[in-house]
């Protein structure tokens, strides 16, 4: 049983902000790229953003400019600040902590989703 926790999602108005986070211990955090997920209804699940253990970041085209991932090591959590939200915005969005070849774990981990509503 690995602890891995996400929470932040809720209803906001085209616009607004919402921050989430994504919080695993146990599992060498550190070592580990850390991605941020949404799948909306009938869309197929895509990568939003995703920073790698040395802090490198890439975002779909999609939210560029409008959400940061960032991640802070000391505290096992990984981020998702988005701005500006649209309707479109609109999915459960799930965690992924990747599998590490550094520490030699081909276990990756998922967490539970967060609901992400944006509505007028």
């Known amino acids: 049983q690995v602890q891995l926790v996400e929470s932040g999602g809720g209803l906001v108005q085209p616009g607004g902000s919402l921050r989430l986070s994504c919080s695993a211990s146990?599992?060498?955090?550190?070592?580990?790229?850390v991605g941020w997920y949404r799948q909306a209804p009938g869309k197929q699940r895509e990568l939003v953003a995703r920073?790698?253990?040395?802090?490198?970041?890439n975002y779909t085209d999609s939210v560029k400019g409008r959400f940061t991932i960032s991640r802070d090591n000391a505290k096992n959590t990984a981020y998702l600040q988005m701005n500006s939200l649209k309707s479109e915005d609109t999915a459960v969005y799930y965690c992924?902590?990747?599998?590490?070849?550094?520490?030699?774990?081909?276990?990756?981990?998922w967490g539970q989703g967060t609901q992400v509503t944006v509505s007028s």
């Open positions: 992924n902590i990747d599998k590490s070849v550094v520490i030699r774990s081909s276990v990756a981990y």
């Open positions: 146990g599992i060498g955090f550190s070592f580990r790229a």
């Open positions: 920073i790698t253990p040395g802090g490198t970041t």
